[in-house]
T-cell receptor
Framework: ELKVEQNPLFLSMQEGKNYTIYCNYSTTSDRLYWYRQDPGKSLESLFVLLSNGAVKQEGRLMASLDTKARLSTLHITAAVHDLSATYFCAVDASGTYKYIFGTGTRLKVLA | KAGVTQTPRYLIKTRGQQVTLSCSPISGHRSVSWYQQTPGQGLQFLFEYFSETQRNKGNFPGRFSGRQFSNSRSEMNVSTLELGDSALYLC??????????FGSGTRLTVV
């Protein structure tokens, strides 16, 4: 069964600091996605990573994918309060049409 | 362009009743997925449809069913509602391997 695990589950960090969220998955996949969810809201697509070694950056967030290690990272640079949200990774399991989300990382950036 | 529209936004039902939720995807998107989101279980995959065909289904009992119409609109049905079915039900659509666009969800409360 495909499992997608994120760590940490909760992250409280100071503004201006850097941190990395990790997403590990248990099956073959070349496609990984990152989403953001604000409290009481739906999910918003952040990054689409479609091959080994893919790296995408938007503002203070950078995502990368290592399909051999079955690992994706979401790196936060110089965090600001507006980044406070829950971040999910999701994996497109090859050949199954199953799109499985990770456990989510609740990020709180303290002023 | 118009986003993913889910109706109704809120629903209160009694145990044993059944419910139908509706989703209108973004025009041109043929893939529609449904998820159940709860605080304890996170985002759980329910089904994925493409051009009226269910391509995969998550680990939910047979009380959960769905369908997709020729215009890509989708419905999901839950019969014999249980208290544990209370959740936010999210629909999402995409075309190709892009990230999913999510609707605002239907908040179902079973009493």
């Amino acid at each position: 069964e495909l499992k997608v695990e994120q760590n940490p589950l909760f992250l409280s960090m100071q503004e201006g600091k850097n941190y990395t969220i990790y997403c590990n998955y248990s099956t073959t996949s070349d496609r990984l996605y990152w989403y953001r969810q604000d409290p009481g809201k739906s999910l918003e697509s952040l990054f689409v990573l479609l091959s080994n070694g893919a790296v995408k950056q938007e503002g203070r967030l950078m995502a990368s994918l290592d399909t051999k290690a079955r690992l994706s990272t979401l790196h936060i640079t110089a965090a600001v309060h507006d980044l406070s949200a829950t971040y999910f990774c999701a994996v497109d399991a090859s050949g199954t049409y199953k799109y499985i989300f990770g456990t989510g990382t609740r990020l709180k950036v303290l002023a | 362009k118009a986003g993913v529209t889910q109706t109704p936004r809120y629903l209160i039902k009694t145990r044993g009743q059944q419910v139908t939720l509706s989703c209108s995807p973004i025009s041109g998107h043929r893939s529609v997925s449904w998820y159940q989101q709860t605080p304890g279980q996170g985002l759980q995959f329910l089904f994925e449809y493409f051009s009226e065909t269910q391509r995969n289904k998550g680990n939910f009992p047979g009380r959960f069913s769905g369908r997709q119409f020729s215009n890509s609109r989708s419905e999901m049905n839950v019969s014999t509602l249980e208290l544990g079915d209370s959740a936010l039900y999210l629909c999402a659509s995409r075309e190709g391997w892009e990230g999913y666009t999510f609707g605002s969800g239907t908040r179902l409360t079973v009493v």
